[in-house]
C-alpha cells in the first residue's frame, strides 16, 4: 500500500493535475514535432495569436504555421477568431509510458542545444555529471519533482507574455 502511495505521488501527471490528452493519432501529429506545442502555447500570449507574427516569433513559413494552426482547431485546441487564434485546452499531459515520450523529450532537448547558439543572459543551462550515493539518487529526483511542481504552480498562475520551455533531467547513468 505504502509503495503504490508512493509511486502514485511520484507520477507526475498527479503532481501538476495536468487531465487533458489526445488520442494516439493525434498525439502522434502533436508531438512529432515542438512546433505543435510550441505555436499551441504561443497562442495564450495576447501579441502572438495571429499567424504572421507566430511566422516571426519561430522564424517558420507561413505553410508550416497554417498546416499547425489548422491541427490544432480541429482538434478543439484553438479557436479561430477573424485573423486571430485563441487558446482552448492548453495543458496536455503524455503519459509516461507513451511510444511518444522519446520524441517529445528530444523535441525540446533539440530545441535546448539550439538555443546554446544564440545565447540570452536569461537563460539558464546545467549539465554536469555528479557521484552520490544510492540512497541519496531518490531524494535528489524527489526534490526535483517538487521543485517542478512548484515552478508549474507558479507558470499556471502566470500571466502569459513569454513563450519558454523547460526540461528536466535526472538519471542514472
Excluded at 505553410?63 to 495543458?91: C, H, I, M, W
Excluded at 498562475?157 to 542514472?172: M, R
Amino acid at each position: 500500500m505504502l509503495k503504490q502511495r508512493s509511486e502514485k505521488h511520484s507520477l507526475l501527471k498527479t503532481r501538476v493535475k495536468i487531465k487533458e490528452t489526445l488520442g494516439r493519432e493525434d498525439q502522434s501529429i502533436y508531438y512529432s514535432h515542438g512546433h505543435y506545442a510550441a505555436i499551441h502555447m504561443a497562442l495564450t500570449v495576447p501579441r502572438l495569436r495571429t499567424r504572421a507574427a507566430l511566422e516571426k516569433k519561430f522564424k517558420l513559413s507561413a505553410k508550416k504555421v497554417q498546416e499547425v494552426l489548422e491541427f490544432l482547431t480541429s482538434r478543439g485546441l484553438v479557436k479561430r477568431d477573424g485573423t486571430q487564434y485563441l487558446p482552448g485546452a492548453n495543458a496536455l499531459h503524455l503519459e509516461s509510458d507513451s511510444p511518444l515520450i522519446p520524441r517529445h523529450h528530444s523535441n525540446w532537448r533539440l530545441a535546448a542545444i539550439q538555443s546554446l547558439e544564440d545565447p540570452h543572459p536569461q537563460d539558464l543551462h546545467y549539465s554536469g555529471v555528479v557521484t552520490c550515493s544510492e540512497k541519496d539518487l531518490p531524494r535528489v529526483r524527489e526534490k526535483l519533482s517538487h521543485c517542478l511542481a512548484d515552478c508549474i504552480e507558479i507558470i499556471q498562475a502566470s500571466q502569459e507574455e513569454q513563450v519558454a520551455a523547460l526540461s528536466f533531467d535526472w538519471w542514472k547513468l
